[in-house]
């Protein structure tokens, strides 16, 4: 048995390295597709576009594939390195960048504290959850327009954070790990198998992540994790449990970050726009494993327009391919038997609400588009006292959460997180997880051919209500109160967006449960799309587990047999 765990750990890892390299090169060439040719020594052959070279695209370009993934967040690796393992031509299309290369800086990321044009998708200025310091309009900047790493989609009453890039929401996620309570799982997924889950998939996903714990005396030692040490004081003098959160932020490189002795990325205010170093994101994981089987390509700029299928029961996607700039550099036709969505909750149920209502896809089931949530997402601040500080530097990367899931009336689970603004402002800040039973669903106009989600304002109170039962209880005990100048219009609660979208394809309402759309063979979804609006916890472990457990039968079932 350990044998064969020694051997599979050293495929594991010569298969991330081909893939690492792939990816590498293929930066360092300024090329937008990525797959294992890029370590050939003829750049033609290893990509057959670059972008520019020619705004018609190629004739020579490769169009039809056994499979292919739209996104490359969490879903979609998982999906493509198994598909790669078994053989399976494989191409996948993001919409945005390759961040490898560095920009003129020498950095190939941007920090929070002096954002540019790589810290948003195309804006004319960032926008920070946070937007006021004092009432002040002074965190949120202009910035030039460009295929930044964050994007904050506004719908009405509604803000949606998604990473944008090869690596999906792992570029600019906190890189929490967490594994749901058992009961609660079995709650939201009463179908699925939680035995095997638990046994199987979630540890097979902390694996391939990267997962690992904080060391104690950084924690309990660092100057940067003040912050946390304070929250978790004032929490415990309320009466409330506190647990560690396991994170894929490698804490050995981050011990180093303490001694001096390398770059520092999580101690100098990286996070939401990328982190230069530390950070295990899905380029770094999954993807370099995929990339590294051979089988996978990977395409980025390339953003799926438009989905239909063919009389041979092929999938046919319309691809725009742009420059990091916005400018169109070619339209392309790819087409395959095997589909798979992984674009996330919002892209995924996007393009699958578009295709059924404009008559591409028309007969997909009207559960499509339904059953959306926010996480019961809910931020919120606290005032400190003069006494309590909570750091001039802190560490981005969150390490502790307030745990009052069991609580019958409001189940809140509350990261204790970092405001790393390199001066002391006494501020304890919290992402609160909330049991919001609130569910909204997406609609396709036909006149301006968008998707809009359809959320109301209202339908955020319950989340907000379990925080403030939380956090008046930790004001109370602690003789504080709320910030009311840092989220615009004198709030203590930013209730208007969230970092965690989940849901608008349920798995066994719109889909089966593996993720199969039961109305067109060799379809699925295989993202945060699938899970019903809430996980109780930070979601992307979730989604990577489950996205093993639903690939595994479909390689299985459809695909192999
Ligand atoms: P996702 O990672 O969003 O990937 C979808 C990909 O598809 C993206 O790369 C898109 O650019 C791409 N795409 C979309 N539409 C198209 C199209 N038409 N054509 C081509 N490509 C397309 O999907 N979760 C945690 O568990 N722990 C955390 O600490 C945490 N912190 C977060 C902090 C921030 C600021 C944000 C924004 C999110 C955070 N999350 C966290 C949420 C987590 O990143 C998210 O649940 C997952 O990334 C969702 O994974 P998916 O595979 O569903």
Excluded at 214 to 222: K, N, Y
Excluded at 465 to 475: L, P
Aim: net charge negative; aromatic share 10%.
């Amino acid at each position: 048995m350990r044998k064969k765990n020694l051997k599979n750990q050293s495929k594991l890892s010569r298969r991330r390295f081909l893939g690492l390299s792939a990816i590498g090169t293929a930066s360092i060439m300024g090329a937008s597709t990525v797959s294992l040719l890029s370590c050939s020594s003829d750049p033609k052959i290893l990509f057959p576009k670059k972008p520019g070279s020619s705004p018609q695209g190629t004739s020579l370009e490769k169009s039809e594939y056994s499979a292919i993934i739209i996104g490359t967040g969490y879903g979609g690796a998982v999906s493509a390195l198994r598909l790669g393992e078994v053989g399976v031509d494989t191409l996948m299309l993001e919409m945005g960048r390759l961040w490898d290369s560095p920009g003129a800086d020498g950095q190939v990321f941007c920090k929070m504290t002096n954002p540019d044009g790589r810290a948003m998708w195309f804006k004319n200025r960032t926008e920070a959850p946070l937007s006021q310091f004092l009432w002040i309009d002074a965190v949120n900047q202009n910035i030039e327009p460009y295929a930044g790493v964050l994007d904050r989609l506004n719908y009405e009453n509604m803000s949606v954070y998604v990473g944008r890039g090869v690596g999906g929401g792992s570029l600019v996620n906190g890189g929490m790990a967490v594994t749901p309570p058992m009961d609660y799982f079995r709650e939201i997924l009463p179908q699925v198998d939680a035995a095997e889950m638990y046994g199987k998939y979630f540890p097979l996903a902390s694996m391939h992540l990267g997962v690992n714990h904080v060391p104690t005396d950084l924690l309990e030692e660092s100057s940067y994790y003040r912050f946390a040490r304070e929250g978790r004081e004032q929490a415990h003098n309320a009466g409330f449990r506190t647990s560690l959160v396991p994170n894929v932020y490698d804490f050995s490189y981050m011990q180093s970050e303490e001694q001096g002795t390398v770059y520092k990325s999580a101690f100098d205010a990286e996070v939401i726009y990328g982190n230069n170093a530390g950070k295990r994101s899905l380029d770094k994981t999954y993807l370099a494993e995929a990339v590294g089987t051979g089988n996978v390509t990977i395409k980025a700029l390339h953003r799926v327009e438009e989905i239909s299928i063919d009389s041979r029961g092929y999938y046919n996607l319309e691809v725009s391919q742009i420059d990091e700039y916005g400018n169109l550099l070619a339209q392309h036709h790819f087409s395959c038997k095997h589909l798979i969505l992984g674009a996330g909750s919002v892209g995924s149920t996007e393009m699958l609400v578009k295709a059924r209502d404009s008559g591409k896809l028309p007969n997909l089931n009207s559960e499509v588009g339904k059953g959306w949530g926010n996480n019961g997402n809910v931020m919120t601040a606290r005032a400190n006292h003069m006494w309590n500080p909570t750091g001039i530097k802190q560490s981005t990367i969150p390490t502790l959460g307030i745990n009052d899931w069991d609580n019958p009336v409001n189940p809140v689970f509350a990261e204790i997180a970092p405001l790393p603004a390199g001066f002391e402002h006494w501020i304890s800040l919290y992402l609160a997880i909330t049991k919001n039973p609130e569910r909204g669903h997406f609609e396709f106009d036909p006149v301006t051919g968008k998707v809009n989600l359809k959320w109301g304002a209202a339908q955020n109170q319950p989340s907000v209500d379990s925080a403030k039962a939380m956090f008046d209880k930790i004001n109370s005990a602690n003789f504080t109160i709320y910030r009311y100048d840092l989220f615009g219009d004198n709030k203590a609660f930013a209730d208007d967006f969230t970092y965690h979208p989940l849901g608008g394809c349920v798995l066994d309402k719109a889909t089966d449960n593996f993720g199969r759309l039961k109305e067109y063979e060799n379809l699925y979804v295989n993202d945060g799309s699938l899970i019903p609006g809430n996980t109780g916890v930070n979601p992307f472990l979730t989604i990577t587990a489950l996205a093993e457990r639903n690939i595994e039968t479909i390689i299985k079932e459809d695909i192999l047999s």
